[in-house]
């Protein structure tokens, strides 16, 4: 253990004794109760010598970890905090999402066309084993209701941010339900106004076009209008006349005076 580093860093709030050994992929070790990171000493000296870089820390109340007196401060979500902080601190970026690998096969440009005009039902779900990205067109021509300078401007955005955080949304659809559970059978009074592409191809899945057309929605959303154009995904811009036409008249009807 000649070569072992130990060293406290700031993660979450506190700070967190760790050890730490050899370099290449990182792997962190987490003890349970009632360890250290010294029950991890075989481990770090072996995967060590086979070219990985171990840390060890002391978890949260442990050894030379801080210890927070208040038990509230023990959640899953305080020690998920803790690993993250400390991921960050040693530098370690994630591993691109199976979605971003797929996405970097292509320009930034080349995505945003492919996104343009997703007809329905024809693209709704990819084949097994192709990359829904993959399976997209990429339009010869654009429509007329954009320019490549638009494309450009924004392709120059995503090059600058990546696809993740977009994704993310996505991502976090099933955390969403579950954060929701509370309003489970609530209701939106308030007047509202869905304009919807009945070509966008997000419309026709998970049974969406069937709920809509049932009038369905008005059971938790009593007082919303909703108004169908023809059109695909950027609606607004595609159909931007009509569109525009009917957010002044939800503006202007006289029953949300």
């Avoid at 007809?119 to 084993?129: I, L, N, V």
């Avoid at 996505?170 to 559970?181: G, I, P, S, Y």
Wanted: with cysteine.
């Amino acid at each position: 253990m000649s070569d072992l580093r130990q060293r406290r860093v700031r993660t979450n709030g506190i700070w967190m004794n760790i050890a730490e050994k050899g370099r290449g992929p990182l792997v962190l070790l987490l003890h349970g109760f009632p360890q250290l990171w010294f029950s991890w000493n075989y481990q770090i000296t072996q995967l060590a010598k086979h070219g990985y870089r171990v840390v060890a820390p002391d978890m949260r109340g442990y050894g030379d970890t801080d210890a927070p007196p208040d038990p509230a401060s023990y959640t899953v979500i305080h020690l998920v905090g803790d690993i993250i902080g400390l991921l960050d601190e040693l530098g370690e970026e994630r591993e691109p999402g199976r979605a971003e690998k797929a996405f970097s096969r292509y320009d930034c440009l080349t995505v945003m066309k492919k996104f343009l005009l997703i007809d329905a039902p024809d693209h709704e779900t990819a084949p097994p084993g192709v990359e829904f990205i993959d399976f997209l067109d990429t339009p010869i021509s654009l429509p007329p209701w954009i320019t490549e300078e638009e494309l450009i401007f924004s392709a120059s955005k995503f090059r600058k941010s990546g696809f993740t955080g977009p994704l993310n949304y996505f991502r976090a659809m099933d955390l969403n339900w579950e954060f929701l559970k509370p309003w489970q059978g609530a209701k939106i009074t308030v007047p509202a106004k869905l304009i919807i592409g009945d070509k966008d191809v997000w419309f026709h899945t998970f049974g969406t076009k069937e709920y809509m057309e049932k009038g369905a929605y008005k059971n938790f959303v009593p007082n919303l209008e909703v108004v169908f154009i023809d059109g695909h995904r950027h609606i607004q811009q595609e159909k931007a006349e009509e569109v525009t036409h009917e957010i002044l008249s939800f503006f202007n009807d006289p029953s949300l005076m």
